[in-house]
């Protein structure tokens, strides 16, 4: 009872404290708390490992600023693992902010060793939504001609074979609004019949479970930064993504257990002020 009470007298600001040291603690050094990996995420990692190395990737960045800090950790876990195989990636954006997101990687990586135009390779944004995806996936010199460093596409080895969206052995997009994947399910899977692998914020997870159900996806990251911490799980890469769901999973217990020390401290008190009047 003592030290229900002394809580009661305690500075809020070491209680504040004591909350960031917690959330800020897992951030730094991740701890890799145990996450229940789903099945649409199962299913995702799957169709990645099954690609060989020298296999070519379309990685496509349709997310904005908003949605980024929920979907941006998949893209990069899936990229991580798909370059670890041997996979040559082609990125490319048919959102404006996603280019950023997508510029970053190739920074990264080249840093980290891998070979631009042999290794990774970045297309740049392409407007018109639907409409470019669909010029896209017909002819991608048509869209675009030369890369974001303004060379032409033929000029790089991991352009060689691939004309259009069906000479690809697997498409990971990721979205936070349109397009999305229904526009690449119609324009793309529709035509082209190459697998395709989603990541949406979890607003969106709901809505393109059917597409995975029927088959057009053969993955889902339906539940924002959830998903990509699944993920980072399942392939044994832990992350951003595992940092904030650690953080967020602390914080929510000490937060807990704040709320049961108070009712607690209410009980007492009012326990000894019944006695008192008694």
Known sequence: MNVIKWFGTLDRRWLYAL???????PLIRPLGIPVDVTESTAQFVEAVEKLKPGDK???????????????????????????????????????????????KTIEKWEKAGKVYGEDILLLGYAAGSETAISAFAQDIAQVFPIDIRGK??????????????????????????IPGPAEWIRQVV???????????????????????Q??????????????????????????????????QSLGHVVIVLFVLIGNLLFLVERTEQKARKG
């Open 19 to 25: 909350l960031l040291f917690v959330v800020v603690t």
């Open 57 to 103: 990737m379309l990685l496509v960045f349709d997310y904005s600023i908003g949605g980024g800090p929920d979907v941006d950790p998949q893209a990069q876990v899936v990229l991580a693992h798909a370059l670890s195989k041997g996979v040559k990636v082609v990125e490319v954006a048919f959102i404006d902010t996603g280019l950023n997101y997508a510029q």
């Open 152 to 177: 032409p596409l033929s000029s790089y080895p991991i352009m060689q074979g691939i004309q259009n969206a069906g000479d690809f052995d697997f498409i990971a997009e990721f979205a936070t609004g």
């Open 190 to 212: 529709t035509r082209y019949n190459v697998p395709l692998g989603c990541g949406v914020v979890a607003v969106m997870g709901p809505q393109n479970v059917p597409y995975l």
């Open 214 to 247: 029927s088959g057009q996806l053969v993955g889902l990251l339906g539940g924002g930064l959830k998903s990509a911490a699944e993920y980072e799980i399942a392939v044994n890469m832990p992350g951003a993504a595992t940092a904030a769901m650690d953080a």
